[in-house]
């Protein structure tokens, strides 16, 4: 194989002048880096015909390349195989048509760069939940964040996209009317069908000017544990709430405690009511208040954090159960006395209102789990590589008490966007019949599973 400097020659000469190459010096950090490429060189286009053209350099050379705008997803199955990765960060602009209510960017856009834009619009647009995640990479594996109770998934809003198949063609204005099959597969699977460069999504008013509430809840009394999750299991949400928790270890006491996040688009003295039946059960520590849609991830900014090795798992629940979590809890509690180097360490639950996302039919997308009541993942969290043993071995044994005491055994379901490495096909897209046509559609995209990476689905 070529070396950087003849490749990089080559490959300069084909693109765009604002296109900027680096070799190894120049690899972004990943969010996970237990499973981050070490490519020969770094390549960030200048526009999309320059993804085009780079894939057509690598695939010419022999070279596997690699996609990323946020660097968040942990699951790069092939990492060690990857030559090229194609930072998207340059094609990060974003565009709202505030009459025709969309907003257009490009694939390095982040989830915060795009509520920015559209905030200052005054309105609003299914996103994660994280600032510093690729937009469109939250979105193509489904989209779940807040606003999901009213507008529905990410995938739901997709109107249109551009993207760049494993030939190196670029295909502009991708929609359910130009190709009903590709349109079905990339809604939850877009990542193993090529690069997606653009997307136009729909974007709404907001409401309540925009201001939501929102805070942080900590339970330090280990004995609240079940009292907790048997509250959150009970409470019924509607459009306007969602919530997160978690078992973490906040500063600046660095102690394992309960963490919840609640958040309801309404006035405060509402959302006391609402979630009254949390307030009641008397959190050591209690910061509330509220928020302009463009401040309501500041909190995950720390999670969001690059670098470390986080071997995540996760799975989609029916319910969590009291008993199991207390389980899971002193699990937690003794992986961490055990590992003082992963004091970072979480275990995280999402649950958000399903009538919106339920009202679209699960046939009419790859996105399989719809009818998922919690969104889990574990993420052991530390530097030293030594603990991947013992971080795994944690993980798997969080995993298997959520399949056994919190879902059906028989049926594995996970999100897309949460998977460990290793999670079947069947628990990201269903049955066996949605498999074969996904499996169909990448034969006519991507024959050689080139875009095997992240959803290793061969044709």
């Given at each position: ?10 490959l ?21 880096e ?17 993804v ?27 990492y ?29 856009t ?19 939940v ?11 594996n489904g989209?779940?964040?807040r ?63 925009g ?17 907790v ?25 660095l ?55 986080k ?20 699990m ?7 590992n ?7 275990v995280?639950?999402?649950c ?5 996302m ?100 061969p044709?």
């Amino acid at each position: 194989m070529a070396d950087f400097n003849t490749l990089s020659t080559e490959l300069k000469a084909q693109l765009s002048a604002e296109t900027k190459i680096m070799g190894k010096d120049g690899t972004i950090l990943r969010w996970d880096e237990s499973c981050a490429p070490s490519p020969i060189m770094t390549v960030t286009p200048g526009s999309e015909a320059d993804v085009a053209e780079i894939v057509k350099y690598c695939r010419n050379k022999g070279l596997k390349c690699f996609a990323q705008s946020g660097g968040h997803s942990w699951r790069v199955k092939h990492y060690r195989e990857i030559d090229v990765v194609i930072n998207l960060r340059g094609l990060n602009s974003v565009t709202v048509d505030t009459k025709a209510q969309t907003a257009t960017m490009g694939g390095g856009t982040l989830v915060g760069e795009l509520i920015d834009a559209v905030s200052e619009k005054k309105l609003e647009a299914a996103t994660g939940v994280c600032n510093s995640v690729g937009a469109l990479g939250s979105l193509l594996n489904g989209g779940v964040g807040r606003y999901m109770g009213k507008y529905g998934l990410g995938i739901d809003n997709l109107l249109s996209i551009n993207c760049v198949d494993a030939s190196g063609t670029l295909h502009r204005n991708v929609t359910k009317e130009t190709d009903e099959d590709l349109w079905w597969a990339i809604l939850g699977a877009g990542a193993s069908l090529g690069i997606v460069t653009q997307a136009t999504i729909k974007v709404y008013p907001e409401s309540n000017g925009g201001m939501s509430w929102t805070g942080v809840l900590l339970y330090g009394d280990s004995s609240k544990v079940e009292t907790v999750v048997q509250t959150i299991s009970e409470m019924e949400m509607d459009e306007n709430m969602c919530v997160h928790f978690l078992f973490a270890c906040p500063p600046p006491t660095l102690a394992p405690v309960v963490m919840v996040v609640p958040w309801y688009y309404g006035p405060e003295d509402e959302a006391e009511k609402v979630w009254k039946p949390l307030l009641d059960i008397g959190p050591t520590f209690k910061q509330t208040g509220m928020a302009p849609a463009n401040k309501l991830n500041e909190g995950n900014d720390a999670f969001g954090e690059k670098g470390g090795r986080k071997p995540g798992v996760g799975l989609g629940l029916e319910k969590i159960d009291p008993v199991a979590y207390k389980q899971i809890w002193n699990m937690y509690v003794n992986f961490i006395k055990e590992n003082p180097d992963a004091g970072r360490s979480i275990v995280l639950a999402e649950c958000y209102p399903k009538a919106k996302m339920e009202s679209i039919s699960r046939e009419s997308t790859a996105f399989a789990n719809r009818d998922m009541n919690y969104m889990v993942i574990c993420v052991p969290w530390y530097e030293d590589e030594k603990l991947d043993i013992r971080a795994n071995s944690f993980s798997q044994s969080v995993r298997e008490i959520w399949a056994q005491k919190c879902g059906h055994p028989d049926r594995i379901r996970c999100y897309t966007a949460f998977a460990g490495i290793n999670e079947p096909i069947g628990s990201l897209f269903g049955e066996q019949e949605r498999i074969e046509k996904l499996r169909y559609i990448k034969k006519q995209w991507d024959p050689e599973n080139y875009w095997g990476a992240l959803m290793d689905v061969p044709a």
